[in-house]
T-cell receptor, first 113, second 114 residues
């Protein structure tokens, strides 16, 4: 079974630029998560999707962050415009119905200069 | 509401020594508890999970953890450290029933000394 795929793995941008990250969850997993992991901290949930609907986006900075999962499969997370404090690893995870374990992708490491 | 506290952001042990990584949780409902490991430039990999069955849980790579409700703890142990165990370890909690709402601790960086 293929795992959670993310791209790109690394991205370096300047502040005020835009950036997008892509995630393809494990096939058949209805729930998809985006986490932000700042260096030295644990992952923090940004947004949770159930199929193509948003379940929880209470911690998403909506003035600059957006995410979509239009067909209920893969998802895109966008930052526009980026700030220095957005430098972090962005992790995608998925959860299958009836399972009790989230599966994580390798992450995208974003550096904002 | 739920939270996790990992005592010790950095732990160093000698190769062959006991590994003990501490995790205390707070949860208003019965919890599920998880330990994840993260190697450099990689995502999170599940080590083990407590889901209301046996309180002593065995995981991969020789790790185990014991759920102690009275102490609200879920400490991770391994009898003998190996160089390959050097990584960052995260404890996480979620309300029992599913893994839908994970809350992570701040992590413990484990260094294994030769």
């Amino acid at each position: 079974e293929a795992g959670v795929a993310q791209s790109p793995r690394y991205k370096i941008i300047e502040k005020r630029q835009s950036v997008a990250f892509w995630c393809n969850p494990i096939s058949g997993h209805a729930t998809l998560y985006w986490y932000q992991q700042i260096l030295g901290q644990g992952p923090k949930l940004l947004i949770q999707f159930q199929n193509n609907g948003v379940v929880d986006d209470s911690q998403l900075p909506k003035d600059r962050f957006s995410a979509e999962r239009l067909k209920g499969v893969d998802s895109t997370l966008k930052i526009q415009p980026a700030k220095l404090e957005d430098s972090a690893v962005y992790l995608c995870a998925s959860l299958g119905d009836g399972h009790n374990e989230q599966f994580f992708g390798p992450g995208t490491r974003l550096t904002v200069l | 509401a739920q939270s996790v506290t990992q005592l010790g952001s950095h732990v160093s042990v000698s190769e062959g020594a006991l590994v003990l990584l501490r995790c205390n949780y707070s949860s208003s409902v019965p919890p599920y508890l998880f330990w994840y490991v993260q190697y450099p430039n990689q995502g999170l990999q599940l080590l083990l999970k407590y889901t209301s069955a046996a309180t002593l849980v065995k995981g991969i790579n020789g790790f185990e953890a014991e759920f102690k409700k009275s102490e609200t703890s879920f400490h991770l142990t391994k009898p003998s450290a190996h160089m390959s165990d050097a990584a960052e370890y995260f404890c996480a909690v979620t309300p029992s029933g599913s893994a839908r709402q994970l809350t992570f601790g701040s992590g413990t960086q484990l260094t294994v000394l030769p």
